[in-house]
């Protein structure tokens, strides 16, 4: 029996990490695509990483590859949910929600703008 003739050791969760890895980083903005992609990202990269480690499967850095990309746009997206979380949570902010919601003309939305850039300037 050749070496040709024995079945070869699969990885298939280095591809679906990679894959899922760059969908996080493509995607980082959204919440789904940032942290769910990113999530599972890490999760594929890792089982494939100890598969490969183990059984001498395939695809090692691969499965390395969509760990360390998966972890990037989980990381980027908590990042951009936090700022975002922040800045809607500010007193400046809710008074500019407050103040649109008064607002009955263009010329009152443009000077709640306004307002909003000088508190936040200040």
């Known amino acids: ?15 679906p990490a990679l894959v899922l890895g ?28 100890r598969r490969a480690r183990r059984g001498g499967a395939p695809h090692g850095k691969l499965a390395i590859a969509g760990a360390v990309l998966g972890g990037v746009g989980l990381i980027a997206s ?18 500019l929600q407050e103040c649109v919601g008064q607002a009955k003309t263009q010329a009152e939305l443009d000077r709640c703008e306004r307002d909003y850039g000088n508190e936040v300037d200040d």
């Open 22 to 49: 760059i969908l996080a980083v493509v995607f980082f903005w959204t919440v789904i695509g940032g942290i769910l992609l990113g999530v599972l990202a890490l999760v594929f990269g890792i089982l494939g990483m």
């Open 1 to 15: 029996m050749s070496s040709f003739d024995r079945p070869q050791p699969k990885n298939g969760l280095a591809i």
């Open 78 to 95: 908590l990042v951009l949910v936090a700022v975002g979380a922040s800045i809607v949570g500010s007193d400046e902010f809710k008074n």
